[in-house]
């Protein structure tokens, strides 16, 4: 096992690694708890900051801490956990394979071996699909429309986006820089693939308590601090239910308040779109509604606060009408993020842009 193998765990040699020297995984989930570790440090890191952290000073630590922290994953089993460490490997391999290429690294003169671009490539089978495009032309590299689409797909901004491209006889051009981002990608849908596994009972049970760390992470996570996106449709029941009594007129208790106003403010809604779609409630006058939203939120409080998870919810009575997607996950922002992820994003209208054509 190589340093290169652990610093890319995710590339084919470093499997053939792991599978030539015969490790038996529910031996080193048994007996090495230093693997263990270095696992349940990936994958909470995935949660909380998006990446996998440091890597191990022992390549052989670090090399098979990947596979548990897939085993992890699996046993977890939530989409949004999936969804952030594909990400958040994917996110620390385009720091590394950056840093491998960049001209001036301190990496360049180090004795390990590093990764190529070419080598990259082919590793994800876009040899053919990437190539430079010449002293005279205005990008370095020229790369397949289907190539791209497909890399490109979950890329933020609308630059990504092929209308705002140039298309030159089937092929998109783009710098290195970008060449890596599409590489980035790559390295998420393979991180992502086979997720979740199939896991034997005898390495599931020796991996109890770090799947109860994790979830409880995952409970306390507010996953959908990125997302600004409004669509009540595809809220999870407890919250319609909430937001359905709040315009009903009803009276909420304190815990149910706090449920609906939290998760609202969590996903982007602003005191004021709240106060408005809070105003038809006799129940809620205009200044209390303002103020317990910005305690909420954190503009009027040190702490900013997040959702309540579904244990929780379930403890105050305020879980309702659970569904099928409702048994997969432990909060009601990673229920809203699937359907999210899941919907056609062209077909998402944002209620505030719908208020906003109706006035």
Not at 6 to 21: I, K, N, Q
Not at 138 to 151: F, T
Not at 217 to 228: F, G, H
Not at 246 to 269: C, D, Y
Request: with cysteine; hydrophobic share 40%; net charge negative.
């Amino acid at each position: 096992m190589e340093p290169h193998h652990a610093r890319y765990p995710f590339l084919g040699a470093a499997r053939e690694a792991v599978e030539a020297a015969d490790v038996d995984l529910a031996t080193v989930v048994s007996r090495d708890d230093v693997v263990v570790e270095r696992a349940l440090a990936r994958v909470e890191r995935a949660v909380t900051d998006g990446d996998v952290g440091e890597a191990h000073r022992r390549p052989r630590v670090e090399l098979l801490s990947y596979p548990v922290a897939r085993v992890l994953v699996s046993l977890v089993d939530e989409h949004i956990l999936t969804r952030k460490y594909a990400r958040a490997e994917a996110a620390t391999a385009h720091d590394r394979f950056v840093a491998d290429l960049t001209e001036g690294s301190d990496l360049k003169s180090s004795d390990r071996e590093r990764l190529t671009l070419d080598a990259l490539l082919a590793e994800f089978d876009l040899t053919e699909a990437v190539r430079e495009a010449g002293p005279d032309a205005e990008a370095e590299y020229l790369v397949a429309v289907g190539a791209y689409l497909d890399l490109a797909a979950d890329q933020w901004g609308d630059e990504w986006r092929l209308v705002n491209r140039p298309l030159r006889a089937g092929e998109v051009p783009l710098s290195e820089a970008e060449i890596l981002v599409l590489l980035q990608q790559a390295v998420r849908q393979r991180v992502a693939e086979g997720l979740p596994l199939s896991v034997p009972e005898a390495i599931a049970g020796e991996l109890d308590d770090e799947r109860e760390q994790i979830r409880e992470a995952l409970a306390e996570l507010d996953v959908l601090r990125d997302i600004d996106t409004v669509v009540p449709e595809l809220f999870p029941p407890c919250m319609r239910a909430l937001l359905d009594r709040v315009q009903k007129g009803e009276h909420l208790a304190h815990h149910s308040r706090f449920a609906i106003a939290s998760f609202l403010t969590s996903i982007g809604m602003s005191t004021d779109d709240i106060v408005e779609l809070f105003e038809v409630n006799p129940g809620f006058g205009e200044e209390a509604t303002r103020y317990q939203v910005d305690h909420i939120r954190g503009s009027t409080s040190p702490t900013q606060y997040s959702p309540p998870s579904c244990a929780t919810m379930q403890s105050y009575g305020d879980c309702v009408n659970m569904d099928d997607l409702c048994e997969t996950i432990s909060h009601p922002l990673g229920y809203y993020e699937q359907t999210l992820d899941d919907a056609d994003e062209d077909e998402l209208v944002d209620w505030r842009e719908q208020q906003a054509q109706e006035s």
